[in-house]
Structures are given as structure tokens and as C-alpha cells.
């Protein structure tokens, strides 16, 4: 893609930078910008330059240094950068500069630089606030769009006769900046005459400016007149039709309302009650579990007694017998063993004049301590029926080994081991459960701090308190229960409590974060009370077709009066086109208003 680089001197204007871009055929363009140049000093030329490069749909990139010149261009819309893709050697002379050196002598550029400077003390009314001092000149132009067959039309004309008008012409120009403050006074400067300046054209055009003298000198001199009327006339019809146009830009008033009030956030509420500021609430459960596993750090002697299990023996007689806990059994081996519990043996049967034993298992505990009673299957008797007939006839055995007896020293779950892993497992849960409300609740809803309530449903060790582990698992359930709310029906009762402040004329902008304070919670009602502050922005409408009639066809005066007495309005600033305008264009849809949303 061809690129083209045009360079504006500072005290170019913003016509003949437009110029320059309905000249050129490049699509994309670098416009060098100097450091403080005339068009860079107001935001209504550069949205012009903005208009008019998108009407051409040519793509302009702002090419400057200046960091004011940057962020004004950046605001209209404009690409920036502060060189050149293929920066130019700075001691390279441009196209234009040598041109200017072969047609302008030294004394004539001096005499022209000098024009130049009393030209731009241009003729402004101010309107500031009282006291205040003057608000920094806003230089605006607007070029109107035309039709391609027109421009082309006047273009040429141009070329045919800027050879006759070189050096006569006047550049003339409007600046209308009018900030509009609170406590109106009006000032005036004085107008100095605008000089006569020297219109410097390059080479190449000059050429073909005698190739057309050279062609139009042999057309007879009435009708190369009567052309020319013509084409001024039509010129002037046009200008006067199509291109009176104006910008507007208006910054509404704005202001700030503290607010300072009480909520309540019920569940079993389903619309809002401005009127009690009550709005509806939401009660969100989650449950959640996790186990883990731990060291035991316990250590103590253990004095356990062997136990096991013995089938108890009646062929004694046909009547039952009851054994009392503690009964002792000896083992083949000499090692007694008790009853844990007190047991009735069902009385044997007799069949054919002979006894059958009946029987019942037991469960026994070693008399001692140790793993000596650890013994295997063996035969029991029972010591207290020694001497009488029932001795014989009341016997036990064991089918399983006796196990558990030790007097080791071993380690054991501690109070403190479970009291850790449950606060340990407790927390790891509360971080899970916020991470988990945080996707589930969706993001329209409102959690606020200590909202939520945790209780812990199961608690389940692997090994008591106590027990001989040298590891334990601790499983714990939680269950989370947080009571939410719509912060949208938080702002409808702010617009209530502030419906006295909006009175039509201004609306609430720039939604605002609430402080939340003083909560209260009472998860089993599903109710929480809490207070809001802050302060809310309200800005005020500006009816544009209002103000647009009330300015169509009214002279500059009459614009500031009207727009002075607008009580809406803070300040405004507008613009005509073309400069030698006086007033407001009759036709609405040439009046173009803008808002301002930059407070």
C-alpha cells in the first residue's frame, strides 16, 4: 500500500490541512503534526479533520511528539505514533521547504511570518464565569460535504485561475469558543485587521496554473468572463445552500447526593417494598467432605488383656445353669480366663436313658494382662465347681486362639492429634465451600461478609481417642448455608429514596459501589438487615431538539444568551461553518449538538 507523509506547518489551518486530504488519492496518510501547532490546540478541529478523513474513508495516523497533541488525537479517534515508519533523516530538507526557497525571498517570508502573527488575533466573545479568567482559545472550522461532481468543478476552476488570484486572496476565519459557566458575564476582544497573506503554492502546481492561462488565452476574453461569473455564481449558490452547518458540544451540569440508608433482605419476599425498603433474598445450602490422614504422636504402656470366645458346656443334668460374670476358666495351661457377663447354660437333653450336653459360646477376658494369654484352642474348666459332681459335668473349649493381650509401649491417638486434624480439615472445608459458592452463585447476587454459616453435619475418626495407631483417618461433613440478595433491588430503593432529587429534568448515572455496614443475620428466619452509604452522581438531561429549535437562525449573540440561561447546561462551545457565517443555520438538521460525557 502506497503511503503519503504530510507535513502542517504550525500556523496552518485546519481548511488547508482538509484541503491536503481531498487533494491526495492515498488512502492511508501520516499527518506530521509540529509541536504546538494552530489545529492542535482545539478538540473540535481535530474532530473535524476526524469527519471529513472518514467521509473520504482515507485511514490518517497523527504523527507527532507532542504528548498534548497525542491525547487529543487519540480522544477523536485517530491513530498515533511519534515517527514515521521510515523516519526521514532530520537534516533532510522537505519537497516543501524547497519549493518555498525558490519562490519566497528572505524580506517576503519575514513580511509573511508577520502577517501571519496578526492574522491569528481573530475577533471572540466569551462567555466565562464572573472572576474567572478567560478559558483557552478553542479554534474550530468545519468543511460541509459537497458532492463529488461539485468539488470537482470548483477544483478545477481553481486550477485555471489561481495564476490571476495569487497573492490577492484572504483567508479569513471564524473562532467561536464560548465555555459557559455559572454567574455569566460576557467579554470582548478587539478585532485587528486580518493582513493581506502571500499563498505560497508549490512548483508543480504552478505549472499546470500556466497551462491552463496558456489554454484558456485563446477562448475570447467575454466568454472566459462570463465562465468565470458562472462558476463563482454557482460556487456561492452552493456554499450557501449546502454548507452553513454547526457544532454544538454541551456539558451538562452534574452533582453529587450522599445517601445514607437501612435494607432488610427477607427470603420470603418475592418482590421489592420500596416503601419499607425490603427486597427479596435468596438462602443458597452446600455441603461438602473431606478426610484425611494423620500421625498419631501419643505414647503409652499398654495393659491389654487377652479376649476370646469359649463354647461352654452342660451335661450335668436336664435343668439349665447359670453362670455369674467373672466365672472363671482354666486353660490346659494354667491361665484363667473370666466371664465378661453373667450367662444361663440350657440343661442338657436325655434320650434312651442317656444325657446329651447342651452348649452356649461366651465371651472371656483374661484374668491378666500380657501377651502370655495369647493362647491358642484348648480345653476349659471350671475351678469353682472343683469338689462336686458338677465339676465333671460343666467344661468348656475353645475353636480360636485368645488375642489382644500386651504390656507393650506403643503409640496412641492423643486428644490434641484429633483436635488438629479437625481444625486443620475444618478450614481446608471453609476455603472449598467459598470457592464453590463463587461459581455457584451467579454473579447478579450479592454475598457479603459473615453472611455465611457453617456447621459441621459428621465428624468420623477411623481410630478413638486413645487408641493404638501409629496413623488415623478423620473424615468431617460440612454443611454451608449463606443467605444472598440481588444488588440491582439495592440501587431501585436508592432511585426511591432519591426520587425527590430527579424531578425529570435529571437522571442517576455511574452506578456506584455500596458500603455495606451493620449487618445482621438470622440464617433459620432467612432475614438479614444491613445499611448502605455512598454518594450517587446525578447528572441533567439536555433535550437537543429543544435547544436546537430554540438556536436555529439566531445570530451568535443570540446563541450565547439562550445557551447562558440554560440552568441543564455548564458549559458549551459551538462552531460555523463556513467561517464567514454569522449565524445559526435555519435548517434543524444542520445543527449538529453534542453531549459531553466527560465530567
Same mark, same amino acid.
Given at each position: 500500500m502506497? =503511503?503519503?507523509?504530510?507535513?502542517?506547518?504550525?500556523? =496552518?489551518?485546519?481548511?488547508s490541512?482538509?484541503?491536503?486530504?481531498?487533494?491526495?488519492?492515498e488512502?492511508?496518510l501520516?499527518l506530521?503534526?509540529?509541536?504546538?501547532a494552530?489545529?492542535?490546540q482545539?478538540?473540535?478541529?481535530?474532530?473535524?479533520l476526524?469527519?471529513?478523513a472518514?467521509?473520504?474513508?482515507?485511514k490518517?495516523t497523527i504523527?507527532?511528539?507532542?504528548?498534548?497533541v497525542?491525547?487529543?488525537?487519540?480522544?477523536?479517534?485517530?491513530?498515533?505514533?511519534?515517527?514515521l515508519p =521510515?523516519?526521514?533523516?532530520?537534516?533532510?530538507e522537505?519537497?516543501?521547504?524547497?519549493?518555498?526557497?525558490?519562490?519566497v525571498?528572505?524580506?517576503?517570508?519575514?513580511?509573511?511570518l508577520?502577517?501571519?502573527?496578526?492574522s491569528?488575533?481573530?475577533?471572540?466573545s466569551?462567555?466565562i464565569?464572573?472572576?474567572a479568567?478567560?478559558?483557552?482559545?478553542?479554534?474550530t472550522?468545519?468543511?460541509?460535504?459537497i458532492s463529488?461532481?461539485?468539488?470537482d468543478? !470548483?477544483l478545477e476552476?481553481?486550477e485555471?485561475?489561481?495564476s490571476?488570484? !495569487?497573492?490577492?486572496?484572504q483567508?479569513?476565519?471564524?473562532e467561536?469558543?464560548?465555555?459557559?459557566?455559572?454567574?455569566?458575564?460576557?467579554?470582548?476582544?478587539?478585532?485587528?485587521?486580518?493582513?493581506?497573506?502571500?499563498?505560497?503554492?508549490p512548483?508543480?502546481?504552478?505549472?499546470?496554473s500556466r497551462e491552463a492561462?496558456?489554454t484558456?488565452?485563446?477562448f475570447?476574453?467575454k466568454?472566459?468572463g462570463i465562465?468565470?461569473?458562472?462558476?463563482i455564481?454557482?460556487?456561492?449558490?452552493?456554499f450557501y445552500?449546502?454548507?452553513p452547518?454547526?457544532d454544538?458540544?454541551?456539558?451538562?451540569?452534574?452533582?453529587?447526593?450522599?445517601?445514607?440508608?437501612?435494607?432488610l433482605a427477607?427470603k420470603?419476599?418475592?418482590?421489592?417494598?420500596?416503601?419499607s425498603?425490603?427486597i427479596p433474598?435468596?438462602?443458597?445450602?452446600?455441603?461438602?467432605?473431606?478426610?484425611?490422614?494423620?500421625?498419631?504422636t501419643?505414647?503409652?504402656q499398654?495393659?491389654?488383656?487377652?479376649?476370646?470366645?469359649?463354647t461352654?458346656?452342660n451335661?450335668?443334668?436336664?435343668?439349665?445353669?447359670?453362670?455369674v460374670?467373672?466365672?472363671?476358666?482354666?486353660?490346659?495351661d494354667?491361665k484363667?480366663f473370666? !466371664?465378661?457377663?453373667t450367662i444361663?447354660?440350657?440343661?442338657a437333653?436325655?434320650?434312651?436313658?442317656?444325657?446329651l450336653?447342651?452348649?452356649?459360646?461366651?465371651d472371656?477376658?483374661a484374668?491378666?494382662p500380657?501377651?502370655?494369654?495369647?493362647?491358642?484352642p484348648s480345653?476349659?474348666?471350671?475351678?469353682?465347681f472343683?469338689?462336686?459332681?458338677k465339676?465333671a459335668g460343666?467344661?468348656?473349649k475353645s475353636k480360636g486362639?485368645?488375642?489382644?493381650?500386651?504390656?507393650?509401649?506403643?503409640?496412641?491417638v492423643t486428644?490434641d492429634?484429633?483436635?488438629?486434624?479437625?481444625?486443620?480439615?475444618?478450614?481446608?472445608?471453609n476455603?472449598?465451600?467459598?470457592?464453590?459458592?463463587?461459581?455457584?452463585?451467579s454473579?447478579d447476587?450479592?454475598?457479603?461478609?459473615?453472611a455465611t454459616e457453617?456447621?459441621?453435619? =459428621?465428624?468420623k475418626?477411623s481410630?478413638d481417642?486413645?487408641?493404638?495407631?501409629e496413623?488415623?483417618?478423620?473424615?468431617?461433613?460440612?454443611?454451608?448455608?449463606?443467605?444472598?440478595?440481588?444488588?440491582?433491588?439495592?440501587?431501585?430503593l436508592?432511585?426511591?429514596s432519591l426520587?425527590d432529587?430527579?424531578d425529570?429534568?435529571k437522571?442517576?448515572?455511574n452506578?456506584?459501589?455500596?458500603?455495606?455496614k451493620?449487618?445482621k443475620?438470622?440464617i433459620?428466619?432467612?432475614?438479614?438487615?444491613f445499611g448502605?452509604?455512598g454518594?450517587?452522581e446525578?447528572?441533567?438531561?439536555?433535550n437537543?431538539?429543544?435547544?436546537?429549535?430554540?438556536?436555529?437562525?439566531k445570530?451568535?449573540?443570540?446563541?450565547?444568551?439562550? !445557551?447562558?440561561?440554560r440552568?441543564e447546561?455548564?458549559e458549551?462551545?459551538?462552531?460555523?461553518?463556513p467561517?464567514?457565517?454569522?449565524?445559526?443555520?435555519?435548517?434543524?438538521?444542520k445543527?449538529?449538538?453534542?453531549i459531553?460525557s466527560?465530567?
Amino acid at each position: 500500500m502506497n =503511503e503519503k507523509n504530510i507535513y502542517i506547518n504550525a500556523n =496552518e489551518e485546519i481548511t488547508s490541512v482538509i484541503d491536503k486530504l481531498i487533494r491526495t488519492k492515498e488512502e492511508e496518510l501520516f499527518l506530521v503534526i509540529p509541536e504546538g501547532a494552530v489545529i492542535s490546540q482545539s478538540l473540535v478541529n481535530l474532530k473535524l479533520l476526524k469527519r471529513e478523513a472518514d467521509n473520504l474513508r482515507k485511514k490518517v495516523t497523527i504523527v507527532s511528539q507532542d504528548s498534548a497533541v497525542q491525547r487529543l488525537a487519540k480522544k477523536t479517534g485517530f491513530s498515533v505514533s511519534e515517527s514515521l515508519p =521510515e523516519q526521514l533523516d532530520e537534516h533532510l530538507e522537505r519537497p516543501e521547504d524547497a519549493i518555498l526557497q525558490e519562490q519566497v525571498t528572505p524580506d517576503e517570508f519575514k513580511k509573511f511570518l508577520k502577517e501571519e502573527k496578526k492574522s491569528s488575533s481573530l475577533r471572540m466573545s466569551d462567555i466565562i464565569k464572573s472572576g474567572a479568567p478567560p478559558p483557552g482559545k478553542l479554534t474550530t472550522k468545519k468543511i460541509e460535504d459537497i458532492s463529488e461532481k461539485s468539488a470537482d468543478l !470548483l477544483l478545477e476552476h481553481r486550477e485555471e485561475t489561481e495564476s490571476k488570484i !495569487l497573492g490577492k486572496q484572504q483567508i479569513f476565519e471564524k473562532e467561536e469558543s464560548i465555555p459557559i459557566k455559572e454567574n455569566f458575564e460576557i467579554k470582548s476582544y478587539k478585532q485587528e485587521d486580518i493582513a493581506k497573506k502571500p499563498l505560497v503554492y508549490p512548483a508543480e502546481n504552478q505549472e499546470k496554473s500556466r497551462e491552463a492561462i496558456s489554454t484558456v488565452s485563446s477562448f475570447p476574453k467575454k466568454i472566459f468572463g462570463i465562465f468565470i461569473i458562472s462558476a463563482i455564481i454557482i460556487a456561492g449558490v452552493i456554499f450557501y445552500l449546502v454548507l452553513p452547518k454547526a457544532d454544538v458540544s454541551i456539558t451538562a451540569k452534574r452533582e453529587q447526593i450522599p445517601f445514607d440508608f437501612k435494607v432488610l433482605a427477607d427470603k420470603n419476599l418475592s418482590q421489592i417494598d420500596v416503601a419499607s425498603n425490603k427486597i427479596p433474598a435468596q438462602l443458597v445450602k452446600l455441603e461438602e467432605r473431606d478426610s484425611q490422614e494423620f500421625l498419631a504422636t501419643g505414647r503409652r504402656q499398654l495393659n491389654e488383656k487377652a479376649k476370646g470366645t469359649i463354647t461352654v458346656y452342660n451335661a450335668y443334668s436336664s435343668s439349665p445353669q447359670a453362670l455369674v460374670e467373672t466365672t472363671r476358666f482354666l486353660s490346659q495351661d494354667g491361665k484363667i480366663f473370666r !466371664l465378661t457377663k453373667t450367662i444361663r447354660i440350657p440343661g442338657a437333653k436325655i434320650e434312651e436313658g442317656k444325657i446329651l450336653a447342651s452348649f452356649l459360646d461366651v465371651d472371656v477376658e483374661a484374668d491378666q494382662p500380657g501377651a502370655a494369654y495369647n493362647i491358642g484352642p484348648s480345653n476349659f474348666s471350671i475351678p469353682g465347681f472343683q469338689d462336686s459332681p458338677k465339676y465333671a459335668g460343666f467344661y468348656g473349649k475353645s475353636k480360636g486362639s485368645m488375642s489382644g493381650g500386651s504390656t507393650e509401649n506403643v503409640k496412641v491417638v492423643t486428644q490434641d492429634d484429633f483436635d488438629n486434624a479437625k481444625s486443620k480439615i475444618s478450614e481446608s472445608l471453609n476455603q472449598k465451600i467459598q470457592t464453590d459458592l463463587a461459581a455457584q452463585i451467579s454473579s447478579d447476587l450479592k454475598v457479603l461478609e459473615g453472611a455465611t454459616e457453617t456447621k459441621i453435619t =459428621e465428624i468420623k475418626p477411623s481410630v478413638d481417642v486413645g487408641g493404638k495407631a501409629e496413623k488415623f483417618m478423620l473424615s468431617i461433613t460440612s454443611l454451608a448455608t449463606v443467605l444472598v440478595f440481588k444488588e440491582a433491588d439495592v440501587y431501585s430503593l436508592l432511585q426511591g429514596s432519591l426520587s425527590d432529587n430527579l424531578d425529570g429534568n435529571k437522571e442517576m448515572v455511574n452506578q456506584i459501589s455500596f458500603n455495606y455496614k451493620d449487618m445482621k443475620i438470622d440464617i433459620d428466619k432467612g432475614q438479614m438487615s444491613f445499611g448502605v452509604a455512598g454518594s450517587q452522581e446525578i447528572i441533567w438531561k439536555v433535550n437537543q431538539e429543544e435547544i436546537k429549535k430554540l438556536i436555529a437562525g439566531k445570530q451568535q449573540s443570540e446563541v450565547r444568551q439562550i !445557551l447562558s440561561g440554560r440552568q441543564e447546561i455548564k458549559e458549551a462551545q459551538f462552531s460555523l461553518w463556513p467561517f464567514w457565517a454569522k449565524s445559526i443555520p435555519k435548517q434543524i438538521d444542520k445543527i449538529n449538538i453534542i453531549i459531553d460525557s466527560v465530567k
